[in-house]
C-alpha cells in the first residue's frame, strides 16, 4: 500500500531534550516537506527536500533541522524542543512539482512542557 | 504577496443540505488549485485539483470546484453533504515555476443532525 509514516504518533517531552521524528514513504517519491499545524494558521511548511541531499527552508524552519540521506526518508529533528514547538506535524511527499497530489501522514502530535 | 484566504473558520450545515466552501486567492503566476480534506485524526487527502481546461472539476465523495479567474476564486461545493463529510477543508494554491504550495487557513465544516 503506497503511504506515508510517521512515528511516534504522539509525543510529549520537555523543553531542551532532543528528539526526531521519522518520516517514510514508499512510492519513490523526489519531493518531501514537513509542515505543522496550528489552529487558525493552517498548515505553515517548515522544511522539504526536492531529492536526496537536497533540503531547504519553508516558513517557519526556526528551530529545526532535517536530513535526506536516502530517498525515502525525510526526519525532522529538533535539537532543544521549547513550548512553542507544541503542534500537529505532518510529513508529506510527492513525485514532482507543484502540480502533482501530495500524500500526507496520520501526523505527529508533539507536547513540549 | 502570494495568498489564500478562506474566509470562514467555521460552517455548520444540516445534513441533506447544500454546502459551499469559499476560497480565494492572491497569485501573480497561472495557478494550480488543489481541495484537500482533513478528517479527525487523520492526514490530509485531496479531494480535487483545477490545472486547466474545464472550468469546473470533479472530485472524490462527491464534491466539486470551480475556478473562476475574475473573482480569483476556487469554491467547493457539494449537493447534499452528509454526516461523514464532518471535517476540515484547506484550499492550496502552487505553480510549476515553483515547487510550494501556498495554503489556507482551513474551513471546518460542522454537520447538524
Known amino acids: 500500500e503506497a503511504q506515508v509514516t510517521q512515528n511516534p504518533r504522539y509525543l510529549i517531552t520537555v523543553t531542551g531534550k532532543k528528539l526526531t521524528v521519522t518520516c517514510s514513504q514508499n512510492m519513490n517519491h523526489e519531493y518531501m516537506s514537513w509542515y505543522r499545524q496550528d489552529p487558525g494558521l493552517g498548515l505553515r511548511q517548515i522544511y522539504y527536500?526536492?531529492?536526496?541531499?537536497?533540503?531547504d527552508k519553508g516558513d517557519v524552519p526556526e528551530g529545526y533541522k532535517v536530513s535526506r540521506k536516502e530517498k525515502r526518508n525525510f526526519p525532522l529533528i529538533l535539537e532543544s524542543p521549547s513550548p512553542n514547538q507544541t503542534s500537529l506535524y505532518f510529513c508529506?511527499?510527492?513525485?514532482?512539482?507543484?502540480?502533482?497530489?501530495?500524500?500526507f501522514g496520520p501526523g505527529t502530535r508533539l507536547t513540549v512542557t | 504577496a502570494q495568498s489564500v484566504t478562506q474566509p470562514d473558520i467555521h460552517i455548520t450545515v444540516s445534513e441533506g443540505a447544500s454546502l459551499e466552501l469559499r476560497c480565494n486567492y492572491s497569485y501573480g503566476a497561472t495557478p494550480y488549485l488543489f481541495w484537500y480534506v482533513q478528517s479527525p485524526g487523520q492526514g490530509l487527502q485531496l479531494l480535487l485539483k483545477?490545472?486547466?481546461?474545464d472550468t469546473l472539476v470533479q472530485g472524490i465523495k462527491g464534491f466539486e470546484a470551480e475556478f473562476k479567474r475574475s473573482q480569483s476564486s476556487f469554491n467547493l461545493r457539494k449537493p447534499s453533504v452528509h454526516w461523514s463529510d464532518a471535517a476540515e477543508y484547506f484550499c492550496a494554491v502552487g505553480a510549476n515555476s515553483n515547487y510550494q504550495l501556498i495554503w489556507g487557513a482551513g474551513t471546518k465544516l460542522i454537520i447538524k443532525p
Open positions: 508529506a511527499s510527492r513525485s514532482g512539482g507543484a502540480a502533482y497530489e501530495q500524500y
Open positions: 483545477y490545472f486547466s481546461g
Open positions: 527536500s526536492m531529492n536526496v541531499e537536497v533540503t
